[in-house]
C-alpha cells in the first residue's frame, strides 16, 4: 500500500487528541511561519481537524499584521488562550525544540514541520524537516498538492507571499521545491494582494529606527556591522538584509540590545562564510546561534556580556577573526 499524503498522516495523528489542537510557531511570527499555519490550519480542517493559531510575544512587523487582516488570519497570543493547557497537542511550525525564538508552552508538542536546521529527534510522533527549503510555506504547499488539492485563493497568496518573503524574491536559500510551489501556486494566487503586502514593508515608525541603524553601518573589507537600538526581531532581520544589499558588502552582522540581552541576526552571499558558523563562532561561550548558511540568528543574554568588554568592539573582532582565518 503507498504511504499516506503527509496531511493524511498528521491529521490521523491529531484526531487522537485528548483535547485541543494549536499550531504553535516560532515566536514574533514573520510572513512565512503566518502562512504556513494559515496553511496547514485549512488543510486539517478539510480533514475534520479543528485547529487554533497561538504564537508569543508580538507580531510586529507591518507586513505581517497586514497579512492578518487581508486573509482574516485568526492567531492567538497564548496567554490569551486560557483552554491550553497539558491535555492540548501543538504542532511547531515553522520552529524547532531547541531553537531559542521558540516559548514552550504547556501543550504536549506531537508534531513539527519546519526548514530551519534540524536539531535533532525531539520525540515528535510526526516530524517533517526540510532543512534544504528555503521556507516552510513551500513544504505546506506541497502537502496540498501531494493530495490533490488546491488551495483557496487566500490560502495560495499567503503562502507565495511567504516563500517569496523567507527566500528573498527566491534569490536566498532557495530550493527547487520553493520554485515548483511557487510556480503552482501563482495560478491561484491574487497579485493585487501580494502588492500590496509589498507596500506594507516596513512602518513609519520602524522608518525612523532604521534611519539611526544606518547611520551606525561599518564596513570591514567584505563585512558589513549594523547596530540597532532596542529594535524587534523582525526589523533586524530586513535591517541586515538591506545592509546586504550595500555595493561590496556579502556578509552581515546586525545586533539589537533587548532588556535582556542582544539579538543578533547574519547574512551572507559569500560560498565559504556560512552565517550559521559565523553565528556560532561570534557566539562561542557567550550565546547561542544557528540557523540556515545564508541566514541565522543569535542570543546573547545580558549577564553573559562581560565586564570591560566593549560590546561592539567585541562583536567586530569575532566577526573579523572568523572572516581572516577561514
Ligand atoms: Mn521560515
New binding site residues.
Partial sequence: MPEKHKIEQLADLLKDAPDEVFLQP?NVP?P??IA?CFGLQHLLGTRGVEAVIVYENEIEKANSLKMLNLFGIEMKPAGSVHTLGSEDWAVLV??QKGNSNLTDLDTDEVACI???EYQGNKGYRFEDVRSKV????AIIADYFFEAGLTPPSKVATALLY?IF??TDNLTRGVDSLDIDMFYRLYNYCDMNIINELKGNQISRKDLDLYADAFKSVEIYEELGFLRLESANDSLLGAASDMVLTISGVNIVVAYSLRPNGIKFSARSIVPGVKANDLMRYILQETGFGGGHDSMAGGFMPQENLQAGKRLDTFIKHRAISYYERR
Avoid at 134 to 137: L, T
Wanted: hydrophobic share 20%; glycine share 12%; proline share 0%.
Fill in positions: 516560532h514573520d512565512d511561519a504556513s515553522d520552529v519546519d526548514h530551519h528555503g521556507s516552510c510555506s511567504g518573503m523567507d
